[in-house]
Each structure stands twice: as C-alpha cells, then as structure tokens.
C-alpha cells in the first residue's frame, strides 16, 4: 500500500493522486476536507455513498446542518484519528476522521467512510501513511499561501490606512497588478468576532472561508484581509450596490461564521459608504468600523450595520466606547427613565418623536384614544421639565433615546 505515496506529484493533483490511492487501497471512499469541512478532493464512490456524500458531490460543498454537526464533535480540535458516528436523520455514515496536522497547524481533515466491516490495523496504517503525505503537500501550500495572504494584508492595510503616501502606492500596485479595478463603485465591508473560545487561529479560517465566495461575484471583484479575529473586505463593483444588496452580503457572511465557529461567538459586520474610487476606499472603511460598532450594540440589526441607514447613531458612535456611557444621557431622560410608568412613557414619547411630533399617527400606531395620549404627554412633560412643542427640547429627548439605544448592548471589547 506504499507504493502508490511515492508516486504523487505535486499540488492540487498530489492530493487527489493521494485520496484516489488510498481509496482504491482500501476499496472504501475518501474525502479530504478544509478545517471548515468544505471539500477540497474526493476519491470515486465504493458503494458505500450516504445522502451526505452524494448530496455534497452535486453541491461542491457539504449542507450547513452537516458542516455544524461535523464540527460540533471537536473534530477540528482531535489531534489524532477517531470515528466519527454517524447521524440516521442525516444520512451520514460513520466517518474515520485523521485531523491533517503539520508544525500545529489543521490544514484539512480527512475521511474515509467507516460503515460496514471495521477498519482493520493494516487499513489503518496506510490511512496514517497517507494522511503524513497529505500533511507535506497540504503545508508546502500553506506557507505559498501566507505569503499570498501577508502580500494582500499589507496592501489593504496601507489603501484604508491614515498615510496618504501610502494609501497612494497601495491603490497603484493593486491596481497595477490586477487584484482589484480602480471603480467605479466601491465598499468597505468590516467584520469582527468577539467572545470565540475556541483553538488558536480558528476564528481567522472561519474569516477566510466566510469571504471566499465574495472574491468574485456576478457584479463585483472582491480583496478579503484577514486577521486573527477580524476582516476587511473591499470590492469594487460594476453597478451601485443597493443597500438590500449589501445587507445580503452581510446576513450571508454572519450564517457563515456561525455555521463555522458555532453560537458562541459574537459577530458583526459593518458596511462602509459607497465610494466612486478605489482611492477613497479609505473613507468607506472608516465608516464600516463605525457601521461595526452600530450592529454590535443595536440588538435589532441583528449583528449586521450599514454607514448609510445609521442616521444620527453615527454621531455617538464617533466617539470612543470608554465615553459611550450613562453619564451623556440628558436628565431629563434619565428622570424619564426613572419614573415608575417610564417604560410605558419612553414608548410613547419613542412614538411620538419618531412621528415628528404628530398626535394623530401616534394615537393610530399605539392604539390609545387621543385624550389618553395628551394625558401621556402632559406626564412626560412634567417629568422631564421639557416642553414638547419646542423643537430643541424635542432633539434633547430624542438624540437622548438614541443614546440610550447605544448603551442597553455593550460589547466585550472594543472594536479596533
């Protein structure tokens, strides 16, 4: 069963020479998988194809409910072979799993589908043996591709960076070596993961795999940075993206990343503004950092920000998070808040504010006689000492509201 080792050559068709030797060793199907369980080469089927198997050989990627229950069992956390058990409600066979490692590194996993008569230990000796050679090929990739990786980080640090000179030499070589086109629409999307508890460097695989398929789209081409714990992404677009586009893009991302690293972790994604250059994809990222700290705090954007439906949150939001506390609420928001009907008050001044003022809209959305509203408002008057039919009194209670918004969900940690 050696033989056929010595015989790959090298990249992606060493790997599959590998897989398809194994299998035809051991006359059971194999499957390589990336960290994140996307196939990255299969051998031909043995006639112990599951629902799993096939359904993911048509798809090119396996279902997110099997990505999940995958990486539910730790196995991208094994340091050594086991049996993965199977799932009946799934159609998934028992996989025997070998966690590709090299230098501490997971470069991918590896499976051979394990139902039927037991592995024997010669079957388990060839899949050790062909599991190292994997490993070499899989990490000579690996360091080609950090240099790749570390390449593209310094030229997108540099474009949304704060040095004009070199923002200018990084939108020159982008350009000039084709890794993006200079417009004519551009967005900054930023995404940052707090709270993930999970191995070193996981997190930052998750962030690549969320962004890969954003590389090229049918309207955009695409240049993901990553980091540890965060991500930048910049595309250029051939149409102006429209904001439910964007939204899209970045729901799509959030299922990703929880499809990846689970529930636990806590993800946000912020949307820049649009641009018309390449060259001011700066801007864009100043704002997608904003954008970011917007869907952490605001529980109904549902960990998704966009720069251009913020409104006046982006105000507060330029300031740092040690200054976004209680101390900036207005007192007489605070005394709102305070009273013992101020949950009842603070909906009914919401609505009335957010319908500028108008006592029939917000009689009609809150479903209260009119004499049951002027009551209410003489009430919240009267607590806060503010006259609702000023203008500047109104923006008080109003920017206050928003404040208070900010400060019911404070993140872990700042976003940088």
Same mark, same amino acid.
């Given at each position: ?48 194809? +599951? ?7 048509? &798809?090119? !990627? ?17 340091? *050594? ?32 589908v394990a139902a039927g008569e037991p592995l024997t230990a010669a079957e388990t000796?060839? !899949?050790?043996? @062909?599991? *190292? @050679? ?13 240099? +790749? ?22 939108? &020159?070589?982008?350009?000039? +070596? ?18 993930? *508890? ?39 677009? +051939? ?9 899209? &893009? ?32 700066? !801007? ?11 869907? *952490? ?33 207005? =007192? ?22 957010? =319908? ?61």
């Open positions: 069963m050696t033989t056929w080792i010595r015989r790959a050559r090298s990249g992606g068709e060493a790997l599959q020479t590998l897989v398809d030797g194994l299998a035809e060793a051991l006359g059971r199907s194999v499957v390589l998988d990336d960290p994140l369980v996307r196939m990255i080469c299969t051998s031909r089927h043995f006639g112990d194809e +599951d629902r799993v198997r096939v359904r993911t050989l048509l &798809q090119g !990627i396996a279902d997110d409910e099997i990505i999940r229950y995958v990486l539910s069992q730790g196995v991208a956390e094994w340091t *050594r072979p086991g049996v993965l058990p199977g799932r009946d409600d799934l159609g998934l066979q028992p996989r025997y799993c070998v966690p590709i490692r090299e230098r501490g590194h997971l470069l991918g996993i590896l499976m051979v000796e060839a !899949i050790d043996r @062909a599991a *190292r @050679a994997v490993a070499v090929e899989m990490y000579a990739e690996r360091l080609a591709s950090d240099d +790749d990786e570390e390449h593209v980080r310094g030229l997108v640090s540099g474009l949304v960076g704060s040095d004009s000179a070199l923002r200018c030499a990084a939108h &020159q070589r982008l350009v000039d +070596d084709g890794l993006l086109p200079a417009g004519p629409h551009v967005v900054v999307t930023s995404v940052v993961v707090a709270g993930q *508890r999970g191995p070193s460097g996981q997190v930052a695989v998750a962030l690549r795999g969320a962004l890969e398929p954003f590389r090229r789209t049918r309207t955009a081409r695409g240049l993901p940075a990553v980091d540890q714990d965060r991500a930048v992404l910049v595309q250029v677009f +051939d149409r102006e993206p429209t904001e439910e586009d964007l939204e899209q &893009q970045g729901r799509a991302v959030v299922r990703s990343l929880t499809t990846f690293l689970g529930p636990g972790p806590s993800v946000a994604v912020g949307v820049g503004g649009r641009r018309t250059a390449l060259a001011d994809a700066w !801007i864009s990222h100043d704002q997608a950092r904003v954008a970011v700290r917007a869907a *952490r705090r605001l529980p109904r954007l549902e960990g998704v920000g966009d720069w251009e439906r913020l409104g006046e949150y982006a105000v507060f939001l330029q300031l740092p998070d040690s200054a976004l506390d209680e101390s900036l609420l207005p =007192n007489p928001l605070r005394r709102l808040l305070d009273d013992s009907a101020g949950a009842r008050l603070e909906e009914t001044l919401r609505c009335f504010l957010e =319908n500028a003022g108008s006592v029939p809209r917000t009689a009609e959305m809150l479903e209260l006689h009119r004499t049951s509203l002027y009551y209410r408002l003489r009430q919240i008057q009267e607590i806060t000492g503010l006259d609702l039919d000023d203008g500047a009194h109104r923006l008080v209670l109003h920017m206050g509201l928003r404040l208070w918004d900010l400060l019911q969900s404070v993140p872990e940690a700042a976003a940088r």
